[in-house]
């Protein structure tokens, strides 16, 4: 299920980086803004990009998409 979430799921902006697979969320804070976050596995390495205040779990996955193609490519 964690490949689908990049396949075709919440995170297919990163579907170009090979054997990704990952777990997209938001975590709701009482009377703030909602948390997102992006967790995930690639070539042995696991990783979590947390964003505060996000609303969704969008910028945590740009984040994420810029880090592991820097490190990637």
């Excluded at 938001?26 to 070539?43: K, L, M, P, Q, R």
């Amino acid at each position: 299920m964690m490949r689908e979430t990049v396949t075709s799921g919440t995170a297919t902006a990163l579907n170009d980086i090979a054997g990704l697979v990952g777990k997209t969320g938001t975590a709701e804070v009482d009377g703030a803004a909602s948390n997102g976050w992006f967790v995930g596995i690639v070539d042995g390495m696991a990783f979590a990009t947390f964003v505060e205040g996000a609303q969704s779990s969008a910028p945590a996955i740009a984040a994420s998409g810029r880090f592991l193609r820097a490190i990637t490519d």
